[in-house]
């Protein structure tokens, strides 16, 4: 949008939205190119968290591991996948010697506590690849 004011509207007037019988979720893109004004209106909120602006980036204490995710696996990938479960406010991808992990946040501790029944060791699909995940409360140890 060029306006934020349109975003915004769009958000409020979009986001819940019944489709087919799916809730459609609107939300500010992450590093979206946007313009200087509607980042500046914005940047209070991503300050401190590597600078890039754009959209709104929440964490939260409700915090879920993920492994065994394919190498392919985007945090874009996850969150969808992990919204099966609830809201989810943060997801970020890892890819280490071992494997790709990623983290996941929900907005409550309800959303996080049924991924963790519901969502260990289902079959996790991208457009690349598949594997099945193991998702379990994150330890900040």
């Known amino acids: 949008f060029e306006e934020a004011r349109d975003a915004d509207d769009a958000i409020r007037g979009s986001d819940g939205y019944d489709f087919d019988g799916h809730k459609l979720r609107v939300e500010l893109a992450h590093g979206g190119r946007g313009s200087s004004s509607y980042k500046d209106r914005y940047s209070s909120h991503s300050s401190g ?68 029944r519901k969502l260990d060791d289902p079959e996790f699909r991208n457009a690349f690849s598949r594997g099945y995940i193991h998702v379990k409360e994150y330890d900040s140890k």
């Open 49 to 116: 968290r590597g600078g890039r602006g754009g959209g709104v980036s929440r964490r939260s204490d409700y915090r879920v591991l993920v492994t065994g995710l394919p190498s392919s696996a985007s945090w874009q990938d996850l969150k969808d996948h992990m919204r099966r479960a609830g809201d989810v406010c943060f997801s970020q991808v890892f890819r280490e010697g071992s494997g790709t992990t990623g983290i996941v946040d929900y907005t409550n501790y309800d959303d996080m506590k049924y991924a963790i």
